[in-house]
């Protein structure tokens, strides 16, 4: 089954045999149908993996440069704030060269649902380390290992957000491994904005198999190793009743 | 129409209103600064009217891209350092053919430089970026041209789809002076590119292939050229006959028009716009002169543009360049003799 957003003359989909996108993007597709959004809504698609979803879906979109979604929805959301504003982003785009925009728009409470890909690497370059990447990881800047004395922890990127948002916000972690989980995880972050409270944020633990060079079982003995360090689940709803 | 007594940055703002701007994306910059606070002033007085105080400068020119797509006329206003990270979303707005409005009151640099003068941002604006410079540079000299000139670049951006810019300095920006404030006889139209409920809209910013990429390259740039003619402007003073042509842009063509009332035989050619430059008008003025000067408040940035216009022509070329430093009426005379 695939969502009725789709646009099938996009199919198949551009990204490598395996990668987590396809399960996220199917899950983001399901969760259009269900609110019935698919003309309102505008997914701005950052440089690196995302922007392979330019033509995915019978939906807007928009492909920006590396890092700098976050800004173009936001300026999109002031000029047109019917329109409900999604941004799909790499954790290099959104944790390193756009970090000052993610945390900023956080902090004024933008109303936008970003959707952070973890992968733990910077993929459509080759695999470069991310500020994701886990210790002893490697990638082929770190061949010997992540070594995080040297270039500091895996980065928590929702939880450094949540102490500069506000009650409205909503923050979340999952794991592609279940899509219900994502589906529903989705529809929260973007009834967030569709109700007016503002910021969401949604990291997805994803998995590279193509830059892991992992077989479909060490794929996801990775991806465990992932959901081990990071911790899955909503970590901040917005209080009840407002 | 309206007269009143405004610096330039608040002229900018009245121009920006008139044009149809209702949104501005900006981060404090001297001597850009006064834009921002008297935006924010209007925004106190008029609901329609948002202003975002961005992160940096970076996010100020993508925030202005967003509201374009959400089709609102919007501008930011920057300087020196600030213009070098502008770049970043310029280039979007030139490869994605967004109208872009941008008022760049330069100040010294490289680097941080001096806060207030200079001319040394003209290669930046016109050709920042790993871009081709498919981009309108309005230059003006005096506070009428900053108030004209706005209106034009939130017109021709809207018109023709290409980021347009006013070239300004601290000087023009800083001073106050008597502008009429009078009605645009004609305003570009603006409509939502992205969130229409009737269409389907994928805009990409990445090709897969060379010819790709070549082809939308041919496309944009043979249509700047188709209009390079309507856009490009230029303002000629001349007393009797011509002798010496002065080519100079800005507040230095201030300067330069002070001096040439003062001596028969001394032509002032200002274009009003960098990109593109009124080429032909400036080789029909060059053929007639016997000597040809160029002024200007950087080294040689603007001579480049003039030299490429005339390029063809048997001339001897005369520069004075005082990089990041203003030039009086008194110094032109001194040198363009």
Request: glycine share 8%; hydrophobic share 40%; net charge positive.
């Amino acid at each position: 089954m695939i969502p009725k957003c789709y646009k099938k003359e996009s199919l198949p989909h551009l990204f490598c045999p395996g990668c987590g996108y396809g399960v996220i993007l199917k899950s983001l597709g399901f969760t259009i149908d269900q609110l019935k959004i698919a003309h309102q809504t505008v997914l701005g698609l950052d440089i690196g993996c995302a922007l392979l979803a330019w033509n995915l879906f019978n939906v807007d979109t928009i492909q920006t440069h590396h890092g700098r979604t976050i800004p173009v929805m936001a300026g999109l959301k002031l000029a047109k704030p019917k329109a409900i504003a999604l941004a799909l982003v790499g954790d290099g785009g959104a944790y390193a060269i756009g970090l000052q925009s993610l945390l900023h728009s956080a902090h004024r409470n933008d109303p936008l649902t970003v959707i952070v890909v973890n992968n733990s690497l910077y993929a459509m370059t080759g695999g470069q380390m991310a500020p994701t990447t886990l210790e002893g990881e490697i990638t082929t800047t770190t061949p010997l290992g992540r070594d995080c004395q040297k270039t500091g922890l895996p980065f928590l990127g929702p939880e450094t957000v949540i102490p500069l948002t506000n009650q409205f916000a909503y923050v979340a972690r999952v794991s592609i491994r279940n899509p219900i989980v994502l589906e529903e995880t989705f529809k929260k972050a973007i009834l967030n904005q569709m109700k007016g409270k503002g910021f969401s944020l949604v990291e997805v633990l994803s998995v590279c198999p193509t830059n892991w060079k992992t077989d479909a079982e060490k794929t996801f003995q990775f991806l465990q190793e992932m959901e081990n360090y990071y911790r899955l689940g909503e970590i901040k709803k917005p209080k009840e009743g407002e | 129409m309206k007269k009143g007594l405004f610096t330039g940055n608040e002229i900018v703002v009245k121009a920006a209103i008139q044009a149809g701007a209702q949104l501005m994306f900006g981060y404090p910059i001297t001597p850009s600064t006064e834009i921002l606070e008297t935006f924010a002033e209007e925004v106190a007085f008029h609901p329609e009217l948002r202003l975002i105080q961005t992160e940096d400068e970076i996010s100020a020119g993508f925030g202005v891209i967003g509201a374009v797509l959400g089709g609102k006329k919007a501008f930011t206003a920057t300087a020196g350092p600030g213009t070098v990270l502008m770049q970043d979303p310029i280039s979007m707005a030139e490869a994605m053919r967004l109208p872009f409005v941008g008022i760049i009151t330069q100040r010294g640099g490289p680097s941080t430089g001096t806060v207030i003068y200079s001319q040394q941002e003209v290669t930046l604006t016109c050709f920042g970026g790993n871009t081709e410079g498919l981009r309108f540079v309005y230059s003006p000299s005096n506070l009428q041209d900053v108030y004209d000139l706005t209106i034009a670049a939130f017109n021709s951006a809207w018109q023709y789809r290409f980021p347009a810019f006013l070239l300004t300095d601290g000087y023009l920006a800083k001073v106050k002076g008597e502008v009429r404030l009078h009605q645009p006889g004609y305003l570009a139209s603006t409509k939502e590119i992205l969130g229409k409920e009737e269409t389907i809209v994928n805009i990409r910013n990445t090709y897969s292939t060379e010819e790709e990429l070549f082809a939308v390259l041919k496309k944009n740039l043979a249509d700047y050229q188709k209009i390079a003619k309507q856009v490009s402007r230029y303002r000629i003073y001349q007393k009797k006959k011509v002798n010496s042509l002065i080519f100079a842009h800005g507040s230095v063509a201030s300067a330069c028009l002070a001096a040439c009332e003062e001596k028969d035989g001394l032509v002032l050619f200002q274009p009003l716009t960098l990109r593109p430059f009124p080429r032909q008008a400036a080789k029909h003025w060059a053929k007639k002169a016997k000597k040809i000067f160029v002024l200007e408040s950087s080294a040689g940035q603007f001579a480049r543009l003039v030299k490429e216009a005339l390029s063809g022509l048997p001339l001897n070329i005369i520069e004075y360049q005082r990089p990041a430093l203003g030039i009086t009426p008194k110094e032109v005379l001194e040198w363009v003799r």
